[in-house]
């Protein structure tokens, strides 16, 4: 028998899983795989033509008792609009995910026509949207902001390697903070490599982004390892918790708030992600 499946809170979850809106057989296996979070995509995953029919699969499949945040069009195409008003208000939906966010007011609009503090993760794609990522994580609506390292590779012709993103990455870690927003999702990992991945995730966290975008099943176990505390992490953590109330909880020199901090978020990531000391 397989493991009971956490329900991690979107704020703080690890991996969201992209899943083709033409392809409603994947969507209940994908709410059962490991992803903290499940995206179904009428956006890039579809072709033009069979829009209108992978947005009432998903909106019939959302009624019917099953859960999952949807990508939807960007604000500037046709479909945005046709998106919004068949989604809303379904009972399974848990957010929507915004296609190409190139500024506040395509957030502010879709949250004003969802009506009911649906949370939008802005997917970030283009140099405008990175240059505008401070205004676009302060908007009404605003939950987290994700990377669209893709489209932002096309868009400005920068490679896909770790320094040629850091800057991406390092504005939508900083607009998260100043529009006071949990840690940014990062892009997903292209190809089978799991060493490749591993490595890419590693990036992820050394940056300060606390998800990752991915496109395959078999991605989840690795990346739901490297973006969680380690087990030694959480041992470090008990440990100086435990000693820091056994000592009267008084801070007795400058590092003991920073190590404080990070001692209970440690904690507080380790009880949702079912991590336990050795």
């Given at each position: 028998?397989?493991?009971?499946?956490?329900?991690?809170p979107?704020d703080?979850?690890?991996?969201?899983?992209?899943?083709p809106?033409?392809?409603?057989e994947?969507?209940s296996p994908?709410?059962?795989?490991a992803a903290?979070q499940?995206?179904?995509?009428?956006e890039?995953?579809?072709?033009?033509?069979?829009?209108?029919?992978?947005?009432?699969?998903?909106?019939?499949?959302?009624?019917?008792?099953?859960?999952?945040?949807?990508?939807i069009?960007?604000?500037?195409?046709?479909?945005w609009?046709?998106?919004?008003?068949?989604?809303?208000g379904?009972?399974?939906?848990?957010?929507?995910?915004?296609?190409?966010?190139?500024?506040a007011?395509?957030?502010?609009?879709?949250?004003?026509?969802?009506?009911?503090?649906?949370p939008?993760?802005?997917l970030?794609e283009?140099a405008i949207?990175?240059?505008?990522?401070?205004?676009i994580?302060?908007?009404?609506?605003?939950?987290r902001?994700?990377?669209?390292s893709?489209?932002?590779?096309?868009?400005?012709?920068?490679?896909s390697?770790?320094?040629?993103?850091?800057?991406?990455?390092?504005?939508?870690?900083?607009?998260?903070?100043?529009g006071?927003l949990?840690?940014?999702?990062?892009?997903?990992?292209v190809g089978t490599?799991?060493?490749?991945?591993?490595?890419q995730s590693?990036?992820?966290?050394s940056?300060?982004?606390?998800g990752k975008?991915?496109?395959?099943?078999?991605?989840?176990p690795?990346?739901?390892?490297?973006?969680?505390?380690?087990?030694?992490?959480?041992?470090w953590?008990?440990?100086?918790l435990?000693d820091?109330?056994?000592?009267?909880?008084v801070?007795?020199?400058?590092?003991?708030?920073?190590?404080?901090?990070?001692a209970e978020k440690?904690?507080?990531?380790?009880?949702?992600?079912?991590i336990?000391?050795p």
């Open positions: 028998m397989s493991p009971r499946k956490i329900s991690v979107a703080i979850s690890r991996s969201w899983l992209l899943v809106g033409t392809k409603p994947l969507f994908a709410m059962d795989s903290d499940i995206i179904l995509d009428i890039d995953a579809v072709d033009p033509k069979l829009k209108p029919r992978a947005r009432t699969d998903v909106a019939q499949w959302l009624s019917n008792g099953s859960e999952g945040w949807v990508r069009n960007d604000a500037s195409t046709a479909f609009a046709d998106d919004i008003a068949e989604l809303r379904k009972k399974g939906l848990r957010g929507i995910m915004l296609a190409k966010t190139e500024s007011e395509q957030v502010e609009k879709t949250a004003e026509l969802l009506g009911d503090d649906t939008i993760v802005a970030v283009s949207g990175i240059e505008e990522a401070v205004n994580a302060r908007a009404k609506g605003a939950f902001l994700a990377f669209g893709g489209d932002y590779r096309r868009d400005t012709g920068m490679s390697d770790a320094l040629a993103m850091a800057y991406p990455r390092a504005r939508l870690v900083n607009a998260s903070r100043i006071g949990p840690g940014p999702i990062d892009g997903p990992t490599s799991h060493p490749i991945l591993r490595e590693a990036v992820t966290v940056m300060g982004m606390t975008l991915c496109l395959q099943t078999d991605q989840l690795v990346i739901n390892e490297v973006i969680s505390p380690t087990q030694s992490d959480v041992a953590a008990k440990e100086f435990d820091f109330v056994a000592n009267g909880s801070v007795r020199d400058g590092s003991d708030l920073p190590r404080l901090g990070r440690i904690q507080k990531l380790a009880h949702a992600f079912g336990t000391a």
